[in-house]
């Protein structure tokens, strides 16, 4: 719906008609078109603005190829924050004469953004979010970003608070509790097992106890549906190499099943990541590590078991961190993302790295080739990346 102001000079400007449709769908775009035709050539300048927050983003627009007619190819993106978050917004449209005398001309009108829920998401903007724990204990969210030319940069970073150094495992898993946004497990070293619930503004509620005496593992992966059922799942690996799947629930107070014993002998591998459905089969699948940097594919079959593993490559043992990253690209299929963390000899740099590995979608090469990143900040040392 669009309201048009006053017009009051002999160079009255209306509105013919706009694009701009109820709703907006980002899950699998990096950017919308949105158009606005008016009566009169010259320049216009269009606002967007989201309710809740009053982020706003402003865009001067010509004419040129079709008089009157004003094109925005809208990313989603705002200057220093990256990619706005979803939710409802206003739009206004105003208008100049060619040598940038203001026209008597304002139209109006409202539209919602959405994306799908993604699984590194704790502020509902639909980016890739990374989780990273200090050399002090305190936790940041990094808010991601992918620009027209396809590299992942870092758009902002939020220190979300002291005290994480209690914790000997983080995990982002992906709507565990129920929520739109996603959410962190985290285990003691007593073993009690936390579930911090993503409040969609880049933060948690209050911490949930959800399970003891997880001590007795050494690897925790969750964010893939591996029963096909619309839920994640959780996976733990003990010291003796018994795998153990969690069914998810949704549910934040509850959010897993009794454990299920799925496989053994998986203490030949030192990273285990959940990544979701990267080859387009009936559920959600791993990539695990062996001690020597060999890379392995477990496919889901849908029942929380997996296929026979298939190898991806040697030379991952450069990475400390491997993490199912969810949809980065926005090509509909999840990525991984690979972390270095080297702590040289005193007086060296650290290497903190980040790489992309986009899907294809075929099970029998998963990843192309990397890309690097600037996500990580050269000022700290990150202990935990989740």
């Known amino acids: 719906m669009a309201t048009a102001g006053p017009a009051s000079t002999e160079d009255d400007i209306t509105l013919v008609r706009h694009t701009v449709p109820s709703v907006i769908d980002l899950s699998t775009k990096r950017y919308f078109e949105m158009n606005w035709e008016l009566t009169g050539a010259g320049w216009a300048t269009v606002v967007l603005r989201h309710t809740r927050t009053g982020i706003t983003t402003k865009h001067l627009l010509g004419d040129a190829g079709s008089p009157g007619t004003f094109h925005l190819f809208w990313d989603a993106h705002a200057i ?40 590194h998401d ?17 936790l940041w969210r990094a808010d991601t970003t992918i620009y027209a030319g396809g590299t992942l940069e870092l758009a ?9 150094e209690i914790y000997d495992q983080i995990e982002a898993t992906g709507n565990l509790g129920g929520a739109a946004v996603g959410d962190l497990l ?6 009690v097992l936390w579930l911090y619930q993503g409040n969609g503004r880049g933060g948690f509620a209050t911490r949930v106890k959800v399970g003891t005496g997880w001590q007795i593992y050494d690897k925790i992966a969750a964010g893939s549906d591996l029963t096909n059922d619309g839920r994640a799942d959780i996976i733990a690996t003990d010291k003796s190499g018994g795998l153990w799947l969690y069914p998810g629930t949704g549910n934040a ?3 897993y099943t009794a454990r299920k014993k799925i496989g053994t002998g998986w203490n030949i591998y030192n990273e285990l990541t959940a990544v979701g459905n990267i080859a387009g089969g009936a559920a959600g699948d791993l990539v695990a590590r ?34 199912g990253a969810g949809d980065v690209t926005k090509d509909g299929r999840p990525d991984l ?37 600037s996500v990580y900040n050269p000022g700290y040392t990150w202990d935990k990346i989740a």
């Open 337 to 373: 993302l690979g972390g270095t963390n080297i702590r040289p000899a005193l007086g060296a740099p650290t290497d903190d790295s980040l790489y992309l590995y986009q899907t294809t979608g075929d099970w029998r090469a998963p990843f192309a080739p990397a890309q690097t990143s």
């Open 156 to 164: 902002s970073r939020q220190f979300i608070g002291g005290g994480w």
């Open 122 to 138: 704790f502020n509902d903007n639909g980016s890739l979010d990374i989780i990273q724990r200090d050399d002090h204990g305190g």
């Open 253 to 255: 107070s509850t959010p």
């Open 290 to 323: 062996d001690k020597s940097g060999v890379l392995w594919q477990y496919l889901g079959v849908g029942d929380g078991t997996f296929a026979p593993r298939t190898k991806i490559g040697g030379g991952w043992n450069t990475y400390g961190w491997l993490i």
């Open 186 to 191: 985290a285990r003691d070293r007593s073993g």
């Open 80 to 119: 220093n924050i990256g990619d706005v978050p979803n939710g409802d917004y206003t739009w206004t449209i105003t208008a100049e004469t060619l040598d940038g005398a203001p026209l008597d001309f304002q139209a109006s009108g409202s539209f919602k953004l959405v994306r799908k829920t993604a699984p």
